[in-house]
Structures are given as C-alpha cells and as structure tokens.
C-alpha cells in the first residue's frame, strides 16, 4: 500500500501512475473521506485550477477552487485503444464515508 499526501497552495494538474485500485481522500475539516475505486483505469489524474484559471470556469464561483479537488481514474501512461469490434470494460465507483 503506498500512501501520498498533497497540500493544496496553488494550481494542480499532473497524474501519477497509481498501481492502487482504491484512492482515499481525507477531508479532516468536515471529517468524511472520499474513497474512488477504480478497475481497468492504471493512473490517477489530479487537479484544481487554481484562482486564475478557475474564473475561466463558468461554473465555478469566484472562492469555489478553494474547495475544490478533481481526482479522475485514468489510462495516460498506457491509453486503451481498441480495434473495430473489440471491447473494454472500465469500472470507477465513488463514495462518502465519514472518517475521524
């Protein structure tokens, strides 16, 4: 089990190649730990846009990236392609769980 911690103090965006299924992210303020299990995806992705980029984000309010957190399932480091006729089967499952 390997284990990482990030602390937000500007604009966020690479991917780590996660050989984990399950990625936790602890939200000690409100104690609750979101938990992303994922199944076919390899790498993990996140990001936030920071207060410059997040103004370009219609849906975004101005205070909003200060709450933010985009944590994705992903396939960058070996993409999934697939021939005519061939299938592939991705499963990403999130929940809530309060924590201590």
Not at 81 to 92: D, N, S, T, V
């Amino acid at each position: 089990m390997s284990v990482g911690l990030l602390h937000l103090m500007g604009l966020v965006r690479g991917f780590s190649p996660s050989p984990t299924t399950k990625i936790a992210i602890l939200d000690h303020k409100k104690k609750r730990t979101f938990v992303i299990r994922k199944e076919g995806l390899a790498d993990a992705v996140v990001w936030n846009p920071w207060e410059k980029k997040s103004k370009k984000i219609s849906d975004l309010g101005d205070e909003d990236y200060k709450h933010m957190l985009c944590v994705e399932a992903a396939a960058i480091e070996r993409p999934i392609m697939l021939r005519p006729g061939e299938e592939w089967k991705g499963r990403l499952e999130l929940s809530a769980v309060p924590s201590i």
